[in-house]
């Protein structure tokens, strides 16, 4: 009796959980001594696989897919960008020739970078309660998508992309741009 799937693409709903339909069913998992252990991977994957509820302060986001060549510098130093690695304001993404990487913020942001790409993640800003909003990213090389989250919507004047030629006030949704070197 394994784990068949945790959540759908947005990673918002309960798809299913072995052959439990209903809570009640998730219930008596964790009532047998052995399923104890299944629920808390199951816990812990949900924390994982979500960053808007996994992330602690400090954090800013999350990489959700990395292929290949895929690092984040931060302050000084190259680690591997795999997937579940937090990202803070000022790391830096880089891919290689065969890399590409996609990341998830706070607000549900998605960022994508594609093969010898690289983004600073300048400033970050997300408290809603505060209504205290910011997203700088400086993009010096590469292929660069970025569909805005709850910041785009709350505060789109709030959004700011650098290139090394311009600065871009995003009040759309979705945007590409590539920067050549």
């Known amino acids: 009796m394994g784990i068949?799937?945790?959540?759908n693409d947005n990673c918002r709903d309960f798809v299913s959980i072995s052959n439990a339909k209903t809570i009640a069913d998730i219930s008596a998992l964790v009532s047998q001594g052995e399923e104890m252990q299944?629920?808390?991977i199951f816990i812990t994957m949900l924390g994982l696989l979500c960053p808007s509820i996994a992330l602690a302060a400090g954090e800013i986001g999350v990489i959700k897919t990395a292929e290949a060549e895929v690092f984040i510098v931060r302050a000084g130093?190259?680690?591997k960008g795999i997937i579940g690695k937090t990202l803070f304001e000022q790391d830096i993404l880089r891919t290689g020739a065969n890399g590409s990487v996609g990341a998830v913020m706070k607000d549900d942001?998605?960022?994508s970078l594609g093969p010898n790409s690289e983004l600073i993640l300048k400033e970050y800003v997300f408290e809603p309660k505060e209504e205290s909003f910011s997203v700088l990213l400086r993009m010096v090389k590469g292929t660069f998508i970025y569909?805005?989250?709850v910041i785009g919507k709350l505060a789109p004047d709030s959004i700011r992309l650098e290139t090394p030629d311009s600065t871009i006030a995003v009040r759309g949704t979705r945007l590409f741009i590539k920067v050549n070197d």
């Open 4 to 7: 068949k799937y945790l959540f």
């Open 38 to 40: 299944k629920l808390f």
């Open 77 to 79: 130093d190259t680690i």
């Open 109 to 111: 942001t998605t960022l």
């Open 147 to 149: 569909m805005s989250g």
